[in-house]
């Protein structure tokens, strides 16, 4: 169904436009087809809506979706990790590093879903901008496309790939992880630190902005306590898609981090991203165990329920979890899999027992629970 802003820039409605734009109406939306408004009022021949609503986009530095609806070959070339290729293209035609592909990211974006750190340098050397905000495209509505992320956050949190890389990529990442699982004990939990750490830490030597949500991700806790002390407000200070400084520091493991915050005052029951996650979903998800304790002995709520994860909101409407399930392994989060931690989810049923809460059976799988929970 059309909303408001949707209507306005059909019927091209320039003073209805901008008066919902300034009030917080994203200008990038698209339609259930995949249409923009600039298309959509393009195509009914209002082109002043259609100026006003790129200006807008660029202003609020999101990045339009591509108009055909395409990637361009730098896309590809940057997300593959094809150097050569990307020189190639950007000396033919510089201004190749702000085009948007079809899901509303440039070749930066690209290059640091697919971890190629040279690409990402030639990009940011060539003038891409280390600021733009990934826009809404193709995929967004399913949760396949990373939506209101700047290259940082990609970094971090990763994004998800559409490009196969080279073979020499992919050798040279499966040596990485052999010499990885020769180093680390066999229960050890497999996402312990960011996506990829020096990337992030390139980015933000380029300029890229690390407020309190990204320095408690990366564990910089005297950043985060020098940010604070200049600044105590910015302990709600949150990323363009949400993500809050606690959930970051719990999904990580940042035990030092996540105790200042909550010394500070932070709300432990704090929700962020549009999935509605808690700081201790993130901890469950990831079997942070030290972390899911220092948030349950501060008061998290142990019943709150998400808003739904990508495999279920759109497919199996009023399924929603809790961080039992998320330590059960029946939720993923963005890119990144749902693995079960048996340690985390015994935890968690413990406390839950011992608040008076009703415990869900172990072992239990997607199939049933969504199955279960639609036939109620």
């Not at 948007?100 to 003038?127: C, N, P």
């Not at 910089?220 to 407000?233: E, G, K, P, Q, T």
């Not at 990508?310 to 392994?329: F, N, S």
Request: hydrophobic share 40%; net charge neutral.
């Amino acid at each position: 169904m059309a909303d408001a802003l949707e209507i306005a820039a059909r019927e091209g409605n320039l003073e209805d436009v901008r008066r919902l734009i300034d009030a917080g109406a994203r200008p990038d939306r698209m339609n259930i087809y995949g249409d923009t408004l600039v298309e959509m009022a393009r195509d009914r021949g209002h082109d002043e809506v259609a100026t006003f609503v790129e200006q807008a986009c660029q202003q609020a530095r999101r990045v339009a979706v591509s108009p055909t609806h395409t990637d361009h070959p730098i896309h590809v070339a940057a997300e593959a990790g094809d150097l050569p290729r990307v020189r190639e293209l950007i000396d033919s035609d510089p201004s190749l590093v702000r085009i948007s592909d079809r899901r509303g990211g440039t070749a930066l974006h690209r290059a640091v879903i697919g971890r190629s750190r040279q690409v990402v340098e030639l990009l940011l050397d060539r003038g891409a901008d280390i600021h733009a905000i990934h826009g809404e495209g193709l995929g967004t509505r399913e949760g396949y496309a990373p939506e209101n992320l700047q290259a940082i956050d990609l970094a971090i949190w990763g994004g998800p790939a559409t490009t196969r890389p080279s073979r020499r990529r992919i050798l040279w990442s499966c040596v990485k992880w052999l010499l990885w699982r020769l180093r680390t004990p066999r229960d050890a939990p497999i996402s312990r630190r960011p996506c990829d750490e020096s990337i992030a830490r390139l980015l933000i030597a380029r300029g890229a902005t690390c407020d309190v949500p990204i320095a408690a991700a990366l564990g910089d806790l005297d950043d985060v306590r020098a940010m604070l002390d200049a600044d105590s407000r910015r302990l709600r200070e949150a990323r363009p898609n949400a993500r809050l400084a606690l959930s970051a520091a719990a999904e990580f493991g940042r035990l030092d981090v996540v105790k200042l915050l909550l010394d500070l005052g932070n709300d432990v029951n704090a929700r962020d991203t549009s999935e509605g996650r808690t700081a201790l979903m993130g901890a469950a998800h990831k079997g942070r165990i030290d972390v899911i304790t220092a948030l349950v002995e501060h008061g998290a709520k142990l019943d709150t329920h998400d808003v739904g994860s990508r495999d279920t909101i759109y497919k199996l409407a009023g399924v929603t979890w809790q961080a039992i399930d998320y330590a059960d392994g029946l939720v993923r989060v963005g890119v990144q899999s749902a693995i079960p931690h048996p340690e985390a989810a015994a935890l968690l049923r413990d406390y839950m027992k011992k608040a008076g809460l009703k415990t869900p059976p172990a072992g239990r799988t997607l199939d049933s629970i969504c199955v279960t929970d639609l036939c109620r």
